[in-house]
């Protein structure tokens, strides 16, 4: 088991330094936009997400339940970094990303469902890492480059 995680942490740690460089650079001052959201509000929603699985990592209580909408969801972590820039953003996603690599190693079992969303989809540790975080972030950054 220790090398799928590591081997999923790898992805998904190159997924998060890609997307950091983009923030970091073109994002910073960019005007793309992804439907109405501009960068930082993408950035935000990734954050939101990449602490959202983390936390769920850490859970005891069994899977994490979402019971809002994924759009109230989405709408929840614009609002919480409305006042939070690219840069804060950015310090926030390398030390949720250490939270979540650190609470990823301790996984036993990868296909444990840790979160379940409002249409009763269930999602386990490795689908969370493989689709909801690094082919999340991969798909967003290349969004804003087309």
Do not use: C
Request: proline letters at 3%; glycine letters at 4%; aromatic letters at 8%.
């Amino acid at each position: 088991m220790p090398n799928q995680i590591e081997t999923l942490l790898d992805t998904v740690n190159q997924s998060i330094d890609h997307g950091v460089a983009y923030f970091e650079e073109e994002g910073i001052s960019s005007n793309a936009r992804i439907d109405l959201w501009e960068p930082r509000e993408v950035l935000a929603h990734l954050v939101f997400w990449h602490e959202f699985v983390a936390n769920a990592l850490d859970s005891n209580d069994g899977p994490v339940k979402i019971f809002a909408s994924i759009d109230e969801m989405n709408a929840r972590a614009i609002g919480r970094a409305a006042n939070k820039s690219i840069k804060t953003l950015l310090v926030d996603i390398k030390n949720i990303n250490t939270r979540l690599n650190e609470s990823a190693k301790q996984i036993s079992d990868i296909n444990e469902i840790i979160i379940i969303f409002p249409d009763g989809d269930e999602k386990s540790t490795q689908e969370m890492l493989e689709f909801n975080i690094s082919k999340h972030w991969d798909s967003h950054i290349a969004e804003f480059k087309n």
